[in-house]
């Protein structure tokens, strides 16, 4: 595996690199991850993973100082798992110049995760563009986990015309059903037992709509007042269209299998987001 941080190297190493598949990321490496690593690789000649903590897309009392850097064991991670390329580029490489030229996201940016961190979704478009212009893959492979995220800058791509494939990764979860997450590594003891419930929640969420409910409001309640009792502090609960993320029908015109269930939520200091499809695998990311 080349470990290449600068631009020209990685342009001057692609130039030949056929069909390239690339997985952006902010290192701190978990199974989640080496599963997009393994999907790409069913996708390119060339294996491009990168590793670079964006300061744009923290909020400034957010843990960018504090966010989990393990060069060396995702660097082993990476190697072992055959991927070609690790472009891990210096701040200064990225940005530098004070980056003033942003993308400005759709409205949808500004909800569920926007809601709670405002400027995210700028930071996360601003670096993900520059790294696909950097990176000029052919297919990048983004985790449903973050699935805002995903639908977002799919919608990107589309946008400004990228010749880009994006392809959805299913979420990787803990035997006990957590979503892997670089940030449960800031999770105690204690904490790790209880954040399961999250996905256990969004699941009762799930099968409640496949029973015929529809009272959306009511279920997101219920669900916000199963996290409160056990010591969460809520930032969403919401049931959404499948599609663009659109609130559904409040009458229950949209089919269920078109709906996911989506949460964020602290458990302690950790913010942990998740969410489910009410039909798993029926939609098209
Ligand atoms: O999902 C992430 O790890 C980040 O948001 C990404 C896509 C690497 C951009 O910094």
Redesign the pocket.
Known sequence: MEILTTASELHERLAHGGRIAFV???GNLHNGHLQLMRIAREHGDTVVA?I???RL?FGPNEDFDRYPRTFEADREALKRLGVDVLFAPTEQEMYPTPQVYRVVPPPLAEELEGASRPGFFH??CT??LK?FNLVQPDVAV??KK?RQ?LKI?RGMVQQFNLPIRIVPAETVRAEDGLALA?RNSYLSLVERQEAPRLYRTLSWVADQILGGRHDYANLEAAARAELAKNGWKVDYIAIRHGLALRIPHPEGYDHPNLLIVLGAAMLGTTRLIDNVDVVQGAHDD
Do not use: H
Request: aromatic share 10%; net charge negative; proline share 5%.
């Open positions: 952006p990321t902010m990168s670079f903590v964006n897309q930071g996360v670096v993900v790294l983004f985790g973050d995220q800058v670089s």
